[in-house]
């Protein structure tokens, strides 16, 4: 049997915070490792250009980033890793894309409504509106099966869906519609400071995110001051607002240790939430050491990490050019 395909990217900006790690890197990792999928990831650096970056520090945080696909698990043998400006051909689908998506769709964008906001009025640009075409253009390229995101993700890939539908039913069988690959309990981390919002790598509050390279001491303190509530109850309660803020600090707790919500709860019962956000604290940081390690020891080996990404991107190039020969067929373009 054909195996599967499962494909996801992350934007390299800034050090991913650990809602990147649970929610979307490490299910790439477990799956990755089960040899039972073909696995494409990749930073995208053409989606972060949306927002104005530093130049001189964005190739190095592109480093950075790639540093932490492999320090995370990620294998170069195993998955096709890759930066996405690397590989033109998500440039060029998305182009082709753009002209099968609605513009009464895309304004409908919750994260374009939301960053559009952030952004000067009168200064939105058209990337950071078309972004979700070249998002249906990086899932469908390799007919991805399933795509590992956080919640945040879903919206865009049923855009992504409806895209490929659109292009199917105008041009016969093409694409895979992709399925999103959401898990329920880290699907959404929320911020230590406000537990209502999700955690983002561009919050004002120091204390609200938790990166994968803070220290153990930075770790450790933010978790204590995490806003949580004043019933003094570590129990999971999925609707309760009141208790997004332990419901979030169990779910990381959860996926760290592997343990369920009732045997947390009875972990702790009796204790108070000094003891619970310690211990949450200390599991982080234990599971993010040797992440930091290994981040460490390879980071300044530029060479290294340059050629992996060289391999990734001729990898996902193989994989994408006879869709892209395809559709460019099938609308009718002359091929020389
Ligand atoms: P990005 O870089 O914002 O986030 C990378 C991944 O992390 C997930 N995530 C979270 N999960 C749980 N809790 C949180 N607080 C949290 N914050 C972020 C995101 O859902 C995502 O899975 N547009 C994408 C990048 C992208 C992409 C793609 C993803 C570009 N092309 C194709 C999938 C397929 C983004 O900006 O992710």
Redesign the pocket.
Known sequence: MAKKTF?????P?NI??I???????KNWVESQNTGEMESFY?L?DL??ITVRQDPKLFKQQTLDCFALFLAMGLDPEKSALFV?SHVPEHSELAWILGCYAQFGELSRMT?FKEKGEKQKEGEVNVGLFS??V??AA??LIYN?DF???????KQ??EL?RNIAQRFNSAHGETFKLPAPD?RKS??????LSEPAK????SDSNANATVFVLDSRDTIIKKFKRAVTDSEALVEYREDDEAKAGINSLMSIYSAVTGKGFDEIKSEFAGKGYGDFKTAVGESVADILAPIQEKYTAIRNDNHFLEACMKQGAERASAKARPLLHEVREKIGFLQL
């Open positions: 494909l996801s990217g992350i934007q900006t991913p915070h809602g990147n790690y649970f929610g979307a890197v990749f995208a989606h972060a996405q994260q972004y979700p070249l998002q990086d899932i991805a795509v590992p995101v956080g919640k945040d993700q865009h890939l992504a959401i880290t699907g959404k981390i929320m911020s999700k955690m983002s790598k």
